[in-house]
């Protein structure tokens, strides 16, 4: 692997960018793996990178049914934080941080990470006692917040629509170490570090069956570019989870829906961070390029199209409009759809399921971006080892059986709110 530096830049620079290596090996499928990790998404991408680099595993392959950076992880609105409440949440969304904060340098590659904040604004003085506690738990596990009132926040950002009628903006909870990384980066950049360390990627070959022993285990998987054998095999298919479930027998708690996306024509610098609307499903950050970048609402039905439909768009654009008004003159440039993995709490699953062998990673909702480095580490650690990783040990499948829900959101079980 070429190692990137100033100096190779440079002087492939002079020679017209002609000579740098491909990113990482496009494999062809071998008949067998230790480890298969179906999907090549960020979390899948950065499962096999931990395997190989933490635990030393390189018979492993990561197989994806399209190309790398399809899935959601080329489709989010980039957002990093770890801004959570719950025990069972936030140790471990602050490890992801930790990761993010060092990932370039690990991965030795431009992933864009940009510590430029985190802003969730508040409405009511309810509003501000529920931030008020989640900034107390936050700093409690370590990790930075700051209660702003409104001339706080008016500082940041001086455009909100602060004095509207039914939506006054009283003040924000700030995390400064929150903001963005480049979306599709992160997964080229896991992509060639695990690759680099021996990790087949295999593209463009989709898993349609589980091989299974008389026991009923799990001993390998049926492809589209053939049959391939594995000690272990770990599902990281996001929005997909039900469906490579089913081929197991196994029914999750996991609903799919649609999450849509928009960026605007590039602007001059204006959003000083990632903001978001405490009266209304709406956030909005801006790209280093210039675009506005924000989304709302899931869309409220079941689908597997990764695409939304119109009511969403107008209920997005009226959030956009109530915080900032000026949003209405900019053009919409592109929008797009990808496939939610919604979980009936709000938390995501790190665990073994009913069938030896087999062992499931999903149930991220629509904040699995930020989550990559950690439940790549956490899932690297439970497929090595077969114990959860302490940070992780709450995602349980079971939980709901038990009543552990982690409802980070205390709105009960219901997937369409959370
Ligand atoms: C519009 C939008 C905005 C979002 N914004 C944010 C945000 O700001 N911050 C944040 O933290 N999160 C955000 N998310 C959520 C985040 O993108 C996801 O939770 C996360 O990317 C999911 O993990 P992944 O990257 O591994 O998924 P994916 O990239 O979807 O990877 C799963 C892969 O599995 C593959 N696959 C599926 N079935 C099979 C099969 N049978 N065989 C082989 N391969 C298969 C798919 O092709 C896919 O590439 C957003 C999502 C969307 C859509």
Known sequence: MTRFSIFGLAANALRGHKRWSSTWRDATPKDGYDII?????????????????????????????????????GRNTTIIRSNYLLPGNEPFYEWSMKLWEGLEQDLNYNAMVSQRGVL???????????????GNAMRLHGVDADLLDQNGVRKLAPFLNFDQARFPVQGGLYQARGGTARHDAVAWGYARGASDHGVDIIQNCEVTAF????AGAVTGVETTRGTIRAGKVGMAVAGNSSRVAAMADLRLPIESHVLQAFVSEALKPVIPGVITFGAGHFYISQSDKGGLVFGGDIDGYNSYAQRGNLPVVEDVCEGGMALMPMIGRARLLR?????????????????????PGLYFNGGWCYGGFKATPASGWCFAHLLATDESHPVASDYRLDRFHAGLLIDEKGQGAQPNLH
């Open 37 to 73: 990790i179906i999907g090549g998404g960020g979390h899948g991408l950065a499962t096999a990178y931990y395997l190989a680099r933490v635990h030393g595993l390189t018979r492993v392959a990561v197989i994806e049914k399209g190309w790398i950076g399809g899935g959601n992880v």
């Open 120 to 134: 969730n604004l508040y409405h009511s003085d309810a509003q501000r006692d529920a931030f008020a506690r989640r």
């Open 211 to 214: 091989l299974r022993d008389a």
């Open 335 to 355: 929008s797009w759809g990808g496939l939610m993995d919604m979980s009936m709490d709000g938390s995501p699953f790190i665990d073994r399921t009913s069938v």
